[in-house]
């Protein structure tokens, strides 16, 4: 909507109020300064209840959205949550940007919790706004509040239909008291209109006509462009510089020596050569003029074949236990059927599409941010320490993020703009390249496993063993950790939902050489392949179909007591009594989404098909995948189908897309490499960094929701886990090949 639309439909709402029995009443003025949540609403010019709602004079309601926009619609799916408890007309709502303050409570946009933690409290602050624009009607009808409802942007008092326009009641409602929340009654489920529908983005107009704002967009007047060339093994540092060449490039202004950096990693800049220019070409091109040698260190020596190594040798030797049941060791040992596998995921890149970018004016002790940030108090909080300022002097405004996917949730790029901005007396944007995300970033963990199961004559699994070993994200917190955190091991693996008599699951070590961080849905991706992939193999061991053979392994629906098995899980930070570890959940979608795919008609069809199924991020995802292998060797996907049960659903074609997009996703998982030699990473661009292409992503998707009352959980994750092991076990089912070591190859050899 456009801003002389929005103004029409302001005047409109006015003149409607006016006709319809609209009144107004004198008020006295509150000072600017009177504070959103605080007794009274903040002035009579709008009616701010609390932090993420405000109702102007002129009617429009804005709603303050303090979690960043990835893609994942979440500004759209606040607008929803709030739109509906004041039952507004969606055409006089508008969204603003909320910048990084801790007034808001967590705005960490990751870990798919956006409205898993904030929907019950966004419910009440619209319902909130709601109540004083009933409590303003009725003290000018002379009535209770309790006779009055909120219908299409109007009060309306029910017993004789007399209404007034939300523009006509704001002069009042601003004067009252902020009722509290013990008052404050949200809606029915039934009665919500926009939750719960599909919805366009709000947006989607300035998306479609290019006005959106983007970190690598910003503008600021007087702005240098600024690209690092960094360290290429962490925590080295430069031995040697000569710049000749990149002062003689056009444009260059300054080039300046980063701090150096040493561990522990943190959110900290890695140090380097900064070139700092007029423009992005001139930066880039001074950038590659320049001639450093750089320093060596104990990295300096990673190979990532001998981490690769080392880290399946950890595995295959065991590790300490996390989880345990039962005796799996003494089943195993007496077994005379015993399969045994090792799987090996490499490190990973996020690679979102808009690499990351930050700018930065600093003006004495108060510095001003731009940034494609997931985390803006974080941001605010890292620029104050790479500047010696307090965190209340930095303003971090967040832009429309081209992709997140965690790497946006570690700001060492908005530190780095602050230092270049501090150094040069100007705003200065930061320019990260492709190659400089690709070989500088926080990777997702490299990761080996080892499983061994005993079946009995009939197929069925006696026992159980796992161990799982990847450097952990602590590493980049502090120094000494060689196994992973509880934390890590909640996410996929002690959850393990079979219902297996003698199950035993531990930890191995391992030594970290790069920074490790988030990536859409963390562990759960290698978990979940290493899982789902050896679920698949006991069912071709045992000569059962695979889908019955998973049902067998999850057993009957049931509440699972992980910690009656010793197992410190952390279920995602939320309380275990409302996001129990339901296994009946997890069979629902599998049924759902086998009968989406003919499962049982598969091979009458000739159709070779994979399924996989897992919990993570609170919610229950399955996935089929359809393969199709050419003579050549190079597959297809034709189809994928995905079925999810996130509890409480906000907007379904938002969970639609991330279903489909989660998927692409995982495809992306299952390609991807990033391996080093000397310490350095050895991919640079798309080229030689495998994500999936149009030509790759499953030409037909269908996504099935589960209509549930369950509270919300996540969405932007869960779907991603479980692609990879579906892919795996569809490529099983036409080649007979088993893909124990990822990345998968493009093209197979049917030979072997």
């Known amino acids: 909507m456009t801003t002389s639309d929005l103004n029409l439909s302001r005047r409109s709402f006015l003149k409607k109020s006016a006709a319809a029995g609209g009144f107004s009443l004198s008020v006295t003025l509150l000072p600017a300064s009177h504070a959103p949540g605080a007794e009274m609403a903040t002035s009579a010019e709008r009616l701010a209840p609390n932090l993420f709602v405000s109702v102007s004079e002129e ?53 798919s919790r956006s409205i898993r933690r904030n929907y019950d409290r966004l419910r009440t602050a619209g319902a909130t706004a709601a109540l004083m624009l009933r409590q303003a009607a009725a003290k000018g009808w002379g009535t209770d509040s309790s006779e009055c409802v909120c219908e299409n942007h109007y009060v309306v008092h029910k017993p004789t239909g007399r209404k007034a326009g939300f523009a006509s009641l704001v002069p009042v409602a601003a004067t009252l008291s902020v009722p509290a929340e013990a008052d404050v009654t949200v809606k029915e489920k039934s009665a919500l209109k926009y939750s719960g529908k599909g919805m366009a983005s709000v947006d989607l107009p300035d998306v479609v006509a290019g006005s959106t704002v983007y970190g690598q967009d910003v503008q600021r007047e007087g702005m240098l462009t600024a690209v690092i060339v960094r360290p290429p093994v962490m925590f080295t540092t430069v031995k040697s510089l000569d710049d000749s060449k990149a002062k003689q490039v056009k444009g260059v202004k300054h080039i300046i020596t980063m701090p150096a950096a040493a561990a522990p990693a943190m959110f900290n800049p890695l140090g380097g050569v900064a070139v700092v220019a007029a423009s992005t070409w001139s930066a880039m091109q001074g950038a590659k003029a320049l001639n450093i040698e750089w320093t060596q260190n104990e990295h300096s020596h990673y ?19 996390v989880r345990s049941k039962g005796d ?13 596998s090792t799987y090996f995921a490499p490190l990973l890149a ?22 494609c940030t997931q985390t803006p108090q974080a941001t605010r909080n890292n620029v104050a320490g790479a500047l010696g300022i307090p965190a209340d002097n930095v303003t971090v405004n967040v832009t429309l993020l081209g992709g997140g996917f965690g790497r946006k949730s570690k700001p060492d790029y908005a530190a780095e703009a602050a230092l270049l901005s501090k150094q040069t007396g100007a705003p200065v944007k930061l320019i990260w390249r492709r190659e400089d995300d690709i070989q500088h970033g926080y990777y997702h963990s490299v990761s080996a496993q080892h499983l061994k199961a005993a079946q ?115 279920n995602y930070g939320d309380p275990i009594e409302k996001y129990p570890v339901d296994t ?69 074609e938002h969970v639609r897309a991330q279903c489909e997009g989660g998927s692409v996703y995982g495809l992306s998982c299952a390609l991807g490499q990033i391996s080093a030699t000397n310490g350095a990473i050895d991919q640079s661009n798309f080229h030689n960094y495998t994500v999936a292409r149009m030509q790759h992503a499953p030409a ?33 089912a036409a080649t007979g090949q088993r893909f124990k070591t990822l990345p998968l190859p493009l093209k197979l050899n049917l030979k072997s």
């Open 303 to 321: 190979q990532f074949e001998d981490e690769k190594q080392a880290l399946i040798a950890s595995v295959q030797k065991g590790g300490e236990t």
């Open 59 to 111: 009617g429009v309601i804005t709603v303050t959205c303090h979690r960043s926009e990835m893609g994942q619609q979440i500004r759209t799916a606040i607008a929803q949550i709030i739109a509906d408890e004041l039952d507004a007309d969606w055409s006089m709502v508008k969204v603003t940007q909320a910048t990084g303050d801790p007034v808001y409570g967590d705005q960490n946009t990751d870990g």
């Open 700 to 732: 037909h998707f269908e996504i099935d929701i589960v209509d549930s009352d369950a509270p919300a959980a996540g969405v932007g994750e869960p779907p991603t886990p479980p692609f990879t092991p579906a892919l795996c076990n569809a490529l099983f």
């Open 584 to 652: 009946g959940r997890l069979i629902n979608v599998i049924e759902r989404v086998t009968a989406m795919a003919d499962w049982d008609k598969r091979k009458s069809q000739g159709r070779y098909l994979g399924l996989a199924a897992h919990r993570s991020f609170l919610s229950y995802t399955a996935t089929v995948v359809e393969i199709e292998v050419k003579e050549d060797g190079t597959w297809r996907i034709p189809a994928t189908w995905v079925s999810i049960d996130a509890g409480t659903i906000v907007n379904p």
């Open 328 to 340: 799996a060791p003494a089943v195993l040992a007496s077994s005379e059927q015993v399969i045994e």
């Open 350 to 371: 996020q690679a979102p599409m808009e690499p990351p970018a930050a700018t930065a004016h600093v003006q004495g002790d108060k510095a001003e941010i731009w940034a």
């Open 456 to 570: 009995d004559e009939n197929g069925k699994t006696l026992a159980w063993q796992h161990c799982t070993a990847f450097p952990s994200i602590s590493t980049t917190f502090a120094g000494g950790v060689t196994t992973p955190s509880n934390g890590e091991l909640s996410l996929g693996f002690m959850d393990n939902p079979f219902s297996i008599d003698n199950m035993l699951l531990q930890k191995g070590e391992a030594v970290n050489h790069v920074r490790i961080g988030w990536l859409r849905s963390v562990c759960n991706i290698f978990h979940a392949w290493a899982v789902q992939s050896f679920a698949d193999e006991l069912a071709h061991h045992a000569g059962q179909d695979p889908k019955a053979h998973l049902l067998s392994l999850i057993g009957p629906a049931r509440l699972i007591d992980l910690k009656a098995e010793g197992a410190a899980y952390e």
